[in-house]
């Protein structure tokens, strides 16, 4: 069953529209993934699904029940905001239990779930100091707990790691992960990392001006992307988009799709699928290296294309050299160069 | 071990030599003048024929058993225990009014601040035309619904209040600018927070606005109370204090005694007092209301 449903959401501000057509479900106990660049309209799907804003036509469902009309307070939802939204004057025992004061909630209950999130999220010590006092980590682990002692099914998380360094982001992301399995909480969660999506989700939407590019799970998105947008948008370093000539249709061996002339093609191919070749392939320019320590990253051209690639460890091509490179048909994605959309053929992409 | 003694030696003058341009003006226009004011009503005020003599506490003595004293202290009491509340909470409700997205917010926001702007004099002016009796402005909506006409300013039982009215007019507008200032630092996420977490308007008021406005709220009481002692520019026009210094303020008393008395010596005294009473509010306030306060 869907815990979380929206359906036909259009949400536009006077003639700037927003977000348009938007049909999303979220399984109950997953985590699912708003993912796309800035100004794409994830955060304002999450607002929508909290109640901060209203659609301009479209509902909302939540656990069955159409929340469209509903205030915040009515949906069963907690939120983690990107700042945090701690209250500064409070103390964190004060902050996780702001909400359940305002509740009513009775205070042998209160006492009980604040020991409770406070267990699970080591904030013990804590509980007594203000926001002020406390690391980046720490109030993130505050907004946890006040969604963790609201008790609701469903959580809601607007890039709630964004303001962590890289090492803390990483640990973090695990948490919350592990915690959403362990309560059996239904999130959406915001983000424009496509790292953290991949590792975090169980499904992923990739919104792109403010529409769904793709809704799947992340072998999906990364395997068998609908889009070059999607192609180019998940996996690090991003896919190659290149437009399609006899010559690289040749490199990867791909059987040609009917009714499609060889130029409305886009070719895709991940930079770590690009191998280095004596014999075949065909033939670039390298125009600069980066050592990455595990592996390498070339980049080279190919009469007006840049091609990305990565070889394992490190690689000493002087800048100039004449490369030849080639991959397997297994891993070219085709696009229609029109539509951006994906274009299957007889012997392409990993059948799933 | 020299050069280290001649560092920290250098730095001393330094610091001196860097805070010496405030200490000369702070010496010469508030120490002094305190310091010389205390001195002077220890003595009689001399004139041609009588020099002034050192006449000890007699002045405070005098201060002692004056009724008008009594009465403008009691009046500056009343004054600034309705002012300063009032005009805070009119400010507050005004700015809270404002700081949401409603139509017409800009004028509605400089018909608030249009108060301020005025100089006291002219202020004072057009609440005379208000108060006048017979074709006043509220003597004119007072007749409209039948009622009589009143003497608002001479009645000794309304001119003090009607100052009152006038001055929380006159204040509010401005306090509220730094209330929304103050309103418009705080960041919506906390107030979606709230919603959220299902905060009714009043108790996200109560726990999260109000605490988070006390900073701007000592600012504005300090600043209402030096003003309820400090303002009496629209006595000069309203009442002059009258009738039977019924609307009398402690600095108009001074005013007078000094300026139309000619009793500097006594006017002296009476400033001492009206130091003393300043510096004990401000004690309180900074030294007990700043404790209990959260700075961001």
């Known amino acids: 069953m869907s815990a979380i449903i929206l359906r036909d959401i259009y949400k536009s501000w006077g003639s700037f529209e927003a977000l348009s057509n938007i049909n999303l479900g979220c399984e109950e106990g997953k985590l699912l993934v708003l993912l796309g660049p800035s100004g794409c309209g994830k955060s304002t799907t999450l607002r929508l699904i909290a109640g901060l804003e209203t659609p301009t036509s479209g509902a909302v469902e939540i656990n069955g029940k159409d929340v469209s009309n509903l205030p915040p307070v009515k949906r069963d939802i907690s939120m983690v905001f990107q700042n945090y939204a701690l209250f500064p004057h409070l103390t964190v025992a004060e902050n996780i239990l702001f909400g359940l004061k305002a509740r009513k909630v009775s205070k042998p209950e209160r006492k009980k779930r604040l020991k409770n999130a406070a267990d699970i999220l080591g904030l013990e010590e804590f509980l007594h100091r203000k926001p002020a006092q406390l690391s980046g980590g720490q109030r993130q682990r505050v907004a946890l707990g006040r969604a963790i002692v609201a008790q609701v099914p469903v959580c809601l998380m607007d890039e709630p790691l964004s303001n962590l360094d890289a090492k803390l982001r990483q640990e973090m992301r695990q948490e919350i992960r592990s915690l959403q399995q362990r309560l059996g909480m239904t999130m959406v969660y915001v983000t424009h990392d496509q790292v953290e999506a991949m590792t975090i989700a169980d499904k992923i939407i990739l919104m792109n001006d403010g529409g769904i590019e793709q809704h799947g799970t992340p072998e999906d998105l990364y395997n068998r992307p609908a889009t070059a947008f999607t192609g180019s948008f998940i996996g690090n370093p991003p896919m190659n988009i290149l437009k399609s000539n006899p010559e690289i249709v040749a490199a990867c061996g791909v059987d040609m799709p009917e009714n499609f002339a060889i130029s409305d093609l886009l070719i895709g191919v991940r930079p770590e699928n690009i191998e280095v070749s004596k014999n075949s392939g065909f033939e670039i320019v390298v125009s600069a290296t980066e050592y990455l320590g595990a592996d390498t990253l070339i980049v080279g051209r190919s009469n007006d294309q840049s091609i990305t690639l990565t070889i394992k460890g490190k690689a000493t091509i002087p800048m100039g050299e004449i490369i030849r490179i080639g991959w397997s048909s297994k891993d070219t994605h085709l696009f229609s160069a029109s539509t951006g959309k994906r274009v299957e053929t007889t012997n392409m992409g990993e059948q799933s | ?296």
């Open chain 2, 1 to 296: 071990m020299k050069p280290m003694l001649e560092l920290r030696y250098w730095n001393h003058i330094n610091g001196w030599l860097l805070v010496l341009p405030a200490v000369f003006m702070i010496g010469l226009f508030t120490h002094y003048p305190i310091g010389s004011t205390i001195y002077h009503s220890l003595f009689s005020t001399g004139n041609a024929v009588h020099p002034s003599v050192y006449t000890g506490l007699e002045n405070y003595s005098l201060l002692m058993e004056d009724d008008i004293f009594w009465k403008v202290l009691k009046n500056n009491m009343i004054y600034s225990m309705c002012t300063v509340p009032l005009s805070i909470a009119f400010a507050l409700g005004m700015a809270l009014l404002i700081n949401r997205n409603i139509k017409g917010r800009f004028l509605v926001r400089m018909s608030f601040f249009t108060p301020t702007v005025l100089p006291m004099i002219a202020v004072a002016n057009i609440w005379l035309f208000f108060y006048t009796p017979e074709y006043g402005l509220f003597d004119q909506v007072s007749h409209f619904f039948g009622g009589s006409s009143h003497n608002w300013l001479g009645d000794p039982n309304s001119a003090l209040y009607c100052l009152i009215v006038m001055v929380i007019w006159k204040e509010a507008g401005f306090f509220m600018i730094f209330y929304l200032a103050a309103l418009q630092q705080l960041s919506p996420e906390l107030r979606e927070a709230g919603v959220v977490e299902g905060a009714g308007g009043w108790y996200y008021f109560k726990r999260v606005t109000w605490p988070l406005l006390m900073p701007t709220t000592l600012f504005i009481t300090v600043n209402a109370v030096v003003n309820s002692f400090k303002l009496v520019d629209h006595l000069v026009i309203m009442t002059k204090g009258g009738p039977d210094n019924a609307s009398s303020l402690l600095l108009y008393y001074i005013y007078e005694n000094a300026f139309s008395f000619w009793d500097t010596s006594y006017a002296a005294t009476l400033t001492v007092v009206l130091v003393l009473i300043l510096a004990i509010f401000t004690i309180i306030q900074f030294a007990v209301v700043e404790k209990r306060i959260h700075y961001q």
